[in-house]
């Protein structure tokens, strides 16, 4: 059969059972929408290369090589060969699929699909010993009129029954209603008493939760070095209205997450969320269209770009509104803001954090008192309207001289707008003239070039006067606002330049620290390394050319190398 082009996820895997065949499959599973076997396998008639294609809950494809004869078997043939090596000892090669790839492999081998009868998984890898022993229990009865026989064959079958007996309790509720709790352990070991806990905790978050019952809770764990991977499905009912369950799966996705460090303290094993599902009234509830619905939004609050704010979309109006009151009240009090940043943390409650980078002769602490005074007073304000507990948690102050840039301005406005100036221009004018009529009656032609060089000294001059402190500038802004570039922290920076004539090129790097995203959805960030990088790349660009617009200075970054952690 034909496979995507892909690595195994296990390769020349070991089975010597069907217990550890079966287990091997579920690990694949865990990992994707379906899976793909190459199966080596012997046996007194031959030699055999097996290839399955599974999902969840069935086969869909199979193919056998006979290598001794080199006959191809297909469909319920092959699957007569499996069936028939289950529980001997193979080779296995495992690749796991996702749904477009589990899709395009049933459309390569649609041949094999077609001929294919459709075995339930726990009818194929089940543990030999659960089926058969039911035929002797059947023959038991008549040959209870011979005591001899009924005592040798009587003894066997109480002892397979018993183990029978000992596995159907598990999957069923007990009468009383309890729910049922299972753990699917591949990989390793971990005490049983670790998931109860962990079970019995999500069972209270239940009990908490208006009209939700839960009936099962079902554990696929796979155990690695010092982790276990957690798959963790959740079903239930709800007596409540659309708005009730809705409340209901949102808080236990939480309670998913809230709770699984008691595997931790437990069984001293950290737990890594996978994927959840929350099951009510046979309705699932997916993590990402819970952060789909509260997602936050993070965008600019003016159309200058000089004000962002990070926030819950539902209550986004509320916070732009916030910060632009804010800010005004703030530039009031002689503190002029170039850049702001609100970062809006929680849901019931809600925490400011506010990145600010400003102009102002003031000191540091200062400013911080004045902006804190404000922020808190506004809070309040804001949090009466919502009825929600608002605090601001953090402020984060740079500030940005522009004396050296106003200075350095005003040489060349003052040399274009004084009178005195423009005299002392017009005498050094005729001067040169002169000077240059007198050199060329004494035979010498050369006056234009020393001129040249000399006004191209003076241009260097004054160029250097400016780049100097654009340069200057340029660091500390792009410092400042490195600070501000949302899901990252900004470590270092290196900047250095050259100037090759009247253009000024900087190599600049800088080093960041990802963010991770704590809690149940850290899994699901959708954002990427390269978009990070680009956000970074374009507040740069746009900094640069701030300054070169201030300065009237052609300032180009020649190279650049952001360095994500």
């Known amino acids: 059969m034909q496979l995507p082009d892909k690595g195994p996820f296990m390769e020349n895997v070991v089975a010597t059972s069907a217990g550890e065949l079966g287990a091997l499959i579920q690990k694949a599973l865990s990992q994707g929408n379906g899976a793909f076997l190459k199966i080596f396998a012997r046996s007194a008639e031959g030699k055999y290369y097996i290839t399955v294609l599974l999902d969840r809950s069935k086969v869909l494809a199979a193919e056998c090589l006979v290598v001794d004869t080199k006959q191809n078997l297909s469909g319920e043939e092959a699957i007569r060969v499996l069936k028939s090596s289950v529980g001997k000892p193979m080779v296995v090669d495992v690749y796991t699929l996702d749904e477009l790839e589990l899709k395009l492999s049933v459309a390569d081998n649609i041949d094999a699909y077609t001929q294919t009868p459709k075995v339930p998984l726990d009818e194929l890898f089940k543990v030999p010993g659960e089926g058969p022993p039911a035929e002797p229990a059947k023959r038991e009865e008549p040959a209870e009129r011979g005591a001899a026989m009924a005592a040798t064959v009587g003894a066997a079958v109480t002892s397979q029954p018993l183990a029978v007996e000992a596995e159907k309790p598990k999957p069923a509720p007990t009468p009383a209603g309890k729910p049922e709790v299972v753990v699917n352990l591949t990989g390793g070991s971990i005490p049983e008493k670790a998931f109860q806990v962990y079970a019995e905790d999500l069972l209270k978050e239940a ?61 001293e094993i950290k737990p890594i969320i996978r994927d959840v599902g929350i099951i009510i009234d046979g309705q699932e509830l997916k993590p990402q269209e819970i952060v789909d619905r509260d997602k936050k939004k993070t965008g600019n609050v003016t159309k200058d770009g000089r004000i962002s704010l990070s926030v819950l979309e539902d209550v986004w109006p509320y916070f732009s509104a916030y910060a632009r009151t804010v800010v005004t009240e703030i530039e009031s009090a002689g503190i ?13 409650e809600f925490e400011i954090n506010l990145s600010l980078v400003v102009e102002t002769g003031m000191t540091k602490d200062s400013v911080q008192r004045i902006v804190k005074d ?16 608002i605090t601001v948690h953090s402020i984060e102050v740079e500030t940005v001289s522009k004396a050296s840039v106003s200075g350095s301005a005003a040489v060349p406005v003052a040399v274009e707008t004084s009178g005195k100036a423009a005299e002392i221009i ?27 060089e000399k006004k191209k000294e003076s241009e260097e001059t004054m160029l250097k006067s400016r780049i100097e402190p654009a340069v200057e500038t340029l660091k500390n802004r792009v410092h400042a606002e490195l600070k501000l570039v949302p899901r990252v922290t900004f470590k270092w920076l290196k900047l250095n330049h050259e100037i090759k004539g009247s253009t000024v090129y900087v190599d600049i790097e800088a080093s960041f620290l990802r963010e991770n995203v704590g809690g149940l959805f850290g899994s699901f960030s959708g954002v990427s390394d390269e978009k990070i990088k680009q956000d970074i790349a374009a507040t740069i660009q746009r900094v640069i050319k701030d300054v070169s617009r201030e300065y009237g200075i052609a300032i180009n970054m020649r190279r650049l190398n952001i360095i994500l952690r």
């Not at 957690?230 to 939480?254: C, F, P, Q, W, Y």
């Not at 002029?336 to 019931?348: L, P, Q, S, V, Y």
């Not at 004018?429 to 020393?450: C, N, P, R, T, Y």
């Open 207 to 267: 009990k908490r939760i208006k009209g939700l019952t839960i009936n099962r809770i079902e554990f696929d764990a796979s155990v690695g070095e010092g982790v276990v991977y957690l798959n963790v499905h959740i079903h239930g009912n709800s007596t409540g209205d659309s708005r009730d369950i809705e409340v209901a799966e949102k808080r236990m996705l939480h309670a998913v997450s809230k709770y699984a460090p008691v595997l931790l303290r437990e069984a």
């Open 336 to 348: 002029k803001i170039d850049k702001a940043h609100f970062d809006i943390r929680g849901r019931k």
């Open 374 to 389: 404000i922020l808190n007073r506004h809070a309040r304000e804001l949090g009466r309207s919502l009825k929600r507990y």
């Open 426 to 452: 017009a005498k050094k004018e005729l001067l040169e003239k002169e000077v240059e009529q007198l050199l060329k009656q004494a035979g010498i032609d050369e006056l234009s070039v020393l001129t040249e």
